[in-house]
């Protein structure tokens, strides 16, 4: 097997196309499997070479990037599309959990928040990933539970650590002892100088092993009850979110503070459903729905087709300036309207991604200077319905105007040359901290097979330094902190029980001429549909190749509200103008840009980890790219 595996990547090498590149294009003629950790990439490796299909092997990988504490763990949440070449349909898999019972506006406000926590136990919606992982697998998949856990669960017996998490649990240390289970785990040298692993050290999960083993056990017992192979993995989800595992899941989320209880987590269930979908120049782009950020990349690439963005030149001013002024319009659309479509009131989606608002939105673009209050827009006469919340966005500062052809009303220059003056939102500072907030990781998975199934996946929830519940070794999600206390800020986020946070997480899958095209995803908060806008981009409008594509520089936008970390509203409020460019952007488009009202930051990293599958039709094969940033590694065959 590891001979097999050492090949595999030396072939990827050999045939790489990417000369320009850091890493090399990987190529496979049967199937693909790209995700944040290389453990985890041979997972579902080795979950091909026994014959599973796309779906297997990213339930595979899943698994073993949540049992590696990938930036997330087993008590996260999972978002998926799958490409079914059987019908194909774009499949969207919603396994995102939900805020608990007593998590409002008032329990929150009276604790002195203005945003639910970043951390600890309030932090917890209810787990996501077992079952969006079971979800997919009983209905895609052709393997058993056991067997696409089995990786999983020989990590969770012991693996060496990579420095990269050892040294988050060292940072995290003292957080981490606040929470006794948590520092059972993560800290296993207690009262050392150093107390999480060592690099290389053996990690031992002893606890996680035990509920892996439970639901392995759940699922053996219905097969030799003679149930199909669908409903023995749902009895294994069962034991998860309604047995013995949910009992000691809550109570130890509420010995440590928490609010999750039995009810919360047997009422909750992973969703299929109908993906968002806009056509650009030919190509069908999918997203999840509007409980994640998805559909703010569609909304701006409904504007940007009103450019002709080619001619501008990769990365000219003139392009960076144009993408920047689109990505804001749809962010500050999805920071109003974006929420649970399972809660009222109902998002005006219909109306958000029309291209006949895109085009007025594309109009109201100043060409000569950012638009520093980019204001949500007026959906409603375009889905025909009138504006609910018109005084509450006058009470913002934003007046409507769906008829304006330069920019719309309420906006202002970040910086006005005559007088000197700089808008209050860009003077907040702009630290390590906010970039943590922006840049919050996660990981992504991407499959492909010979037969057709393809999969992108961004899970989430869980991080270090996370909250272990009881003795489940499951560490609880942190996402509640999506939500917003105040519904000024936006109507359809407010926190509420047995509803879901508008989420950052969002995989995206492209079709062309009825065929999959791309299927892509990354980490990053949100900046995440902020690298995919331009990777896709990147292939599309400038030819480059996937691995070209996904380590090319990108712009970051701070003019948005971020929707991770800060529990002050200043601390996430948009940084009107500020731009991240990439060190390498040249002296003359930097002034350009600051004579037209940015304030610029320059690094070497402006994207987080891409990976992404090319579907090569003229020669049947598939071409993987993985960012040059972080862990993030892929095998083909």
Known sequence: MKRLLVTLVLLATLFSAGAQTQK???????????????????????????????????????????????????????????????????????????????????????????????YGPLAATTPGTVGGLCLMLANYGTMTLEQVLKPAMELAAGYPIEAQTANQMERGKEMIRQWPYSKAVFLPHAGEKREAPEAGEIFVQKDLLETLRKMVEAERSALKRKMNRKDAIMAAN?????????????????????????????????????????????????????????????????????????????????????????????????????????????????????????????????????????????????????????????????????????????????????????????????????????????????????????VSIT??????????????GVGMSQRLQSFVLDSTLNPFNVIEPGKRPRVTLTPSMALKDGKPFLSFAVQGGDTQDQNLLQFFLNMVEFGMNVQEAAEAANINSNQLWLSLGGEKTDDRKPRAGSILLHDNTPVWVQQELRRMGYSISLDDRTSGPINAIYFDWKHNSFWGGSSNHGEDYGIGW
């Open 24 to 118: 090399p294009v990987l190529h496979g003629k049967n199937w693909m499997a790209i995700t944040g950790k290389p453990l985890a990439a041979t997972a579902g490796a080795m979950i091909f070479q026994q014959g599973g299909n796309a779906v297997d092997a990213a339930c595979a990988m899943l698994a073993a990037t949540c049992t590696m504490w990938d930036v997330l763990s087993w008590g996260g949440e999972t978002q998926a599309l799958i490409y079914n070449p059987k019908t194909g349909k774009v499949i969207a898999i919603n396994a995102l959990g939900v805020a608990p019972t007593g998590a409002t506006p008032a329990f929150f406000q009276g604790k002195g928040m203005e945003f639910p926590p970043q």
């Open 459 to 472: 899970p989430s929830g869980g991080w270090l330094p996370a909250t272990i519940a009881g003795k489940t």
């Open 238 to 454: 069962d034991r998860f979110y309604k047995g013995d595992i949910a009992a000691e899941f809550v109570r130890g989320a509420q010995e440590q503070g928490g609010l999750i209880t039995l009810q919360d987590l047997a009422n909750w269930k992973a969703i299929e459903e109908e993906p968002m979908k806009v056509s650009y120049k030919g190509i069908d782009v999918y997203k999840l729905q509007q409980w994640t950020q998805g559909p703010m990349m569609l909304q701006a690439l409904n504007i940007l087709e009103n450019f002709d963005l080619k001619s501008m030149g990769y990365n000219s001013a003139r392009y960076i300036h144009t993408i920047y002024q689109a990505m804001n319009l749809s962010f500050a659309d999805r920071d109003f309207y974006y929420g649970d479509p399972y809660f009222p009131p109902a998002e005006p989606m219909k109306g958000l991604l029309s291209k006949d608002y895109a085009r007025m939105r594309a109009a109201q673009i100043n060409n000569d200077r950012n638009m520093a209050q980019a204001s949500p827009g007026d959906p409603y006469p375009f889905q025909g319905g009138t504006n609910p919340y018109r005084e509450m966005l006058k009470k913002r500062g934003f007046t409507l105007d769906t008829t304006s052809t330069n920019r719309p009303a309420g906006f202002m220059p970040a910086h006005d040359n005559r007088t000197g003056a700089t808008n209050a939102a860009q003077s907040l500072p702009i630290d390590s901290a906010y970039m943590e907030r922006l840049w919050a990781g996660t990981t992504s998975v991407e499959a492909a097979d010979k037969d057709g199934w393809v």
